[in-house]
């Protein structure tokens, strides 16, 4: 389908983040989220589930419980929107088609669940938790846990009940998942199979939940591009630990002998986006976290004059070993790590 041409794709990276998101005006149709949601639809028939989860673009993901339908981020609308969130933020949430489809499916869980009124069954409570739980500022999860399946990073099942309910209810839905034999030895089992059972009550009935309500879609949001990123930024800072001294020096060296190698700083500046996006693949984080704690890093090297020495495959093999621990102690230390809802 054709794509519709938009004044703002050509402004500069500054110009457009002057740009109001009401001001955009993309839309979820005659982009490629269509197929998205198509599949979806799709994933749904073949359990004759019939509610259809209708879209809007609005500032997040989000899925309102008055009504069963599902928020999509303005950003993935439009491939120059994609550009500017990989900038500011490293990376795209839902950007690909398979993560696409991982939120969505999340998402619709919650549609469910209120358009069906689940949460009020007993049998739903004993397993996921009262709905009525107030959801935390902050949450702390258990990376070890095996009381809770994992389809979004950051173990989003642990953060609330209807969370918990989402994400088993995504990898349920999804085709060939075989999560029978995936979660054979876990707990979270029993959370599946009763899903599959609801799924099967439900099968082919009407939801009381139909009309059609889009909640804070995009042309109702005054903030501009910049206002949004400064915000959205602010989720992922951590107060990262100031104490890198004995570590760096164990990692590099400030001998003076070694003053014409190359500087420490300059080499993790160098090898910063690969080791960044290693280390956010295997922990779940997102990648802007782990700035703040590299830029530190790369101060301290340039202030103590540290110079790379070694096979350079085992210093970055080391140095991301450096950076996991010292990121992961900030998030699940003593300190608590944000709460970011989808």
């Known amino acids: 389908m054709p794509r519709r041409k938009y004044p703002w794709a050509s402004l500069t990276d500054d110009e457009l983040l002057e740009v109001r998101l009401k001001d955009l005006r993309v839309t979820v149709e005659e982009t490629w989220l269509e197929s998205c949601l198509d599949a979806l639809y799709r994933e749904l028939d073949q359990h004759d589930i019939r ?3 209708h879209a809007w673009i609005s500032s997040e993901w989000f899925s309102p419980e008055n009504t069963p339908g599902i928020a999509i981020p303005f950003y993935l609308a439009h491939p120059r929107l994609m550009q500017l969130e990989k900038k500011m933020i490293l990376e795209v949430e839902g950007g690909t088609w398979s993560e696409c489809m991982r ?4 998402e619709c869980g919650h549609v469910v669940t209120h358009a069906y009124q689940l949460y009020r069954r007993r049998r739903w409570q004993q397993l996921f938790g009262p709905s009525s739980k107030r959801y935390p500022r902050y949450y702390r999860a258990n990376p070890a846990s095996r009381n809770h399946v994992q389809n979004l990073r950051l173990w989003y099942a642990q953060s609330h009940p209807d969370e918990d ?17 995936r979660y054979a030895d876990w707990p979270a089992l029993k959370k599946l199979e009763y899903v599959d059972e609801l799924m099967d009550e439900i099968g082919g009935k009407r939801p009381t939940l139909t009309h059609r309500e889009k909640v804070d879609p995009l042309g109702t949001l005054t903030q501009t591009l910049g206002d949004y990123y400064r915000k959205k930024r602010s989720l992922y800072l951590v107060d990262t630990p100031k104490t890198y001294d004995r570590d760096l020096r164990r990692l590099f060296s400030d001998d003076p ?7 420490a700083s300059s ?5 910063r986006a ?16 782990f700035d703040a704690v590299l830029d530190d890093m790369i101060q301290r090297c340039r202030e103590l004059n540290l110079r790379a020495i070694g096979h350079e495959r085992k210093l970055i093999m080391e140095f991301t070993v450096l ?15 944000k709460w970011i809802a989808l």
């Open 51 to 53: 509610v259809r989860p």
């Open 103 to 106: 939120i969505l499916r999340h």
């Open 165 to 181: 309910f989402a994400e088993t209810f995504a990898v349920w839905l999804r085709p060939r998942s075989h999560w029978r034999t």
């Open 257 to 263: 002998r070694h003053h014409r190698r190359e500087a």
């Open 267 to 271: 080499f993790i500046r160098r090898n």
């Open 274 to 289: 690969s080791v960044r996006e290693l280390v956010a693949k295997w922990t779940g984080e997102y990648q802007l976290t």
């Open 323 to 337: 950076l996991t621990a010292k990121t992961m102690h900030t998030l699940f230390g003593p300190s608590r790590r």
